[in-house]
């Protein structure tokens, strides 16, 4: 299971697919929801909100 790299909180698959899809697709290394919500200083469910979108737009990053 992969770790966020800031704060060691185990990730979910839309965490991960999130840090692929706002930083690097090809990341190995990734934040969690909150801590990529720190880094852009947006709010977590602004967050949550594009994960949804980027899932109902077919970004096939965001497959469950």
Same mark, same amino acid.
């Given at each position: 299971m992969?770790?966020?790299?800031k704060?060691?909180?185990?990730?979910?698959?839309?965490?991960?697919?999130?840090?692929?899809? @706002?930083?690097?697709?090809?990341? =190995?290394? *990734?934040?969690?929801?909150? &801590?990529?919500?720190?880094?852009?200083?947006?709010?977590?469910? @602004?967050?949550?909100?594009?994960? =949804?979108? *980027?899932?109902?737009?077919? &970004?096939?990053?965001?497959?469950?």
């Amino acid at each position: 299971m992969a770790e966020c790299m800031k704060c060691g909180k185990t990730l979910t698959a839309d965490e991960i697919a999130l840090h692929r899809k @706002l930083f690097n697709r090809g990341a =190995k290394r *990734f934040l969690c929801i909150r &801590c990529c919500s720190e880094h852009f200083d947006v709010p977590v469910p @602004l967050l949550e909100q594009k994960i =949804k979108y *980027f899932r109902e737009t077919g &970004c096939t990053l965001f497959q469950s």
